[in-house]
């Protein structure tokens, strides 16, 4: 078989090389001797993707892999036990934070929410514990209602995101691990020295990601949910980041405090977030990016609310300039979820590097 070796020590950079290229034949096992790791790799005639390789500090050999056993998905233990009418109910993902897994179990299926949910268990052993879904995620904390049905009755998860670590009750805080690329898009972002305003923060993964990627980088976070704020103090100890000053309060009367302080402002409230837009201007430096996130219709996601944004920002002496902007993730049948990205000055400023003045004498 074909694999690429590589030291021990450039291992994690070609395994991510590899993912990147689509090479990495999963099928295999990687395999490791006193010297090297192997990585089997599908077959490779392309030049041009074997000097990437070299570059990466790889080398091609051809080596006996072991074929690693065929894995089973939870539908798939559950097509021994259930119709086939049953199995198309069954939602073939589930929430994964830490070792818990939150499903949502169809109420003709409830009656066999456990074995659905020792399959779970079953073909993940990391899972330990499975809460059903038991209404939408709602009110103004934006929780969801969990209910126990199989393993260790444990509602606190320990869960890793982008190189950091949230301990949270999952029943009492929101946390979506699907906005996990988001972050790191926003992460990406972040310049040097930026000051950031993370409103409606919960337990801390905007706020503590950028901070860990920044440690020069100022980060206020707002959260008024007291459960979510108290786990977003313990994982900033969690995580060691010394520059995120948790708030735990409104922020409609919070931004108060940061006036002017903001070369970056992330606004992660898609349902309600377009409400807050003269707090964004009341915290934004002279020039400030903006994420805000928003649901919107899945036909033209980004007009309306650039409109509403055009609208408010030039009423109150503001110069906005959008940038690309993305969908984050599918909502419901019509509606997805976006981030709408801009850059706010005061009219008579430019707005071509936003915060640039500001990161010269920022630090303080
Ligand atoms: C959709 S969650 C996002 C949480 C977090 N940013 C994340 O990505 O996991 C919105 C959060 O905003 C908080 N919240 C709602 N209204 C707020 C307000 N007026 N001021 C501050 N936080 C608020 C909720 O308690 C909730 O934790």
């Given at each position: 078989m074909t694999c690429v070796r590589t030291l021990p020590s450039d291992a994690e950079r070609m395994k991510n090389t590899l993912l990147r290229l689509m090479l990495l034949d999963r099928r295999r096992a990687v395999q490791h001797s006193n010297s090297y790791v192997y990585f089997p790799i599908l077959s490779i005639s392309n030049a041009k993707?074997?000097?990437v390789i070299e570059r990466a500090g790889g080398r091609i050999v051809q080596?006996?892999?072991?074929?690693?056993?065929?894995?089973?998905?939870?539908?798939?233990?559950?097509?021994?036990?259930?119709?086939?009418a049953e199995l198309a109910l069954i939602p073939r993902g589930f929430d994964l934070l830490g070792s818990i897994?939150?499903?949502?179990?169809?109420?003709?299926?409830?009656?066999?929410?456990?074995?659905?949910?020792?399959?779970v268990m079953e073909a993940n052993p990391r899972i330990k514990t499975v809460l059903a879904k038991a209404g939408a995620v709602s009110g103004v904390y934006r929780t969801r209602k969990l209910e126990f049905v199989a393993g260790k009755r444990d509602y606190?998860?320990?869960?890793?995101?982008?190189?950091?670590?949230?301990?949270?009750?999952?029943?009492?805080?929101?946390?979506?691990?699907?906005l996990a690329h988001e972050r790191s898009v926003i992460v990406s972002q972040v310049r040097p020295r930026e000051r950031v305003m993370v409103m409606?923060?919960?337990?801390?993964?905007?706020?503590?990601?950028?901070?860990?990627?920044?440690?020069?980088a100022k980060v206020v976070a707002i959260e008024l949910n007291p459960d979510a704020h108290s786990y977003m103090l313990d994982n900033i100890e969690l995580n060691r980041v010394g520059n995120v000053k948790a708030v735990l309060g409104d922020v409609k009367t919070a931004a108060k405090d940061f006036s002017?302080?903001?070369?970056?402002?992330?606004?992660p409230m898609p349902k309600t977030s377009a409400?807050?837009?003269?707090?964004?201007?009341?915290?934004?430096?002279?020039?400030?990016?903006?994420?805000?996130?928003a649901f919107s219709s899945a036909d033209k996601p980004f007009e309306a609310l650039r409109d509403s944004i055009i609208r408010h920002s030039s009423r109150r002496g503001y110069s906005v300039r959008f940038l690309p902007g993305r969908i984050v993730r599918p909502y419901s049948a019509s509606e997805v979820e976006v981030v709408v990205?801009?850059?706010i000055s005061k009219r008579g400023i430019h707005a071509g590097v936003a915060g640039q003045k500001r990161h010269a004498t920022a630090g303080s």
């Open positions: 993707l074997k000097r080596r006996a892999t072991p074929v690693l056993p065929d894995k089973l998905a939870h539908t798939d233990l559950l097509a021994r036990v259930m119709t086939r897994a939150i499903v949502e179990i169809p109420r003709e299926l409830e009656p066999r929410s456990s074995d659905i949910a020792e399959a606190i998860a320990v869960h890793r995101e982008n190189g950091c670590t949230f301990r949270f009750d999952v029943r009492k805080a929101f946390f979506s691990a699907r409606f923060a919960g337990v801390g993964p905007f706020a503590i990601e950028i901070a860990k990627a920044h440690p020069d002017g302080f903001a070369d970056r402002i992330v606004m409400e807050f837009l003269d707090e964004a201007l009341l915290v934004a430096s002279r020039t400030a990016v903006v994420h805000m996130y990205e801009y850059v």
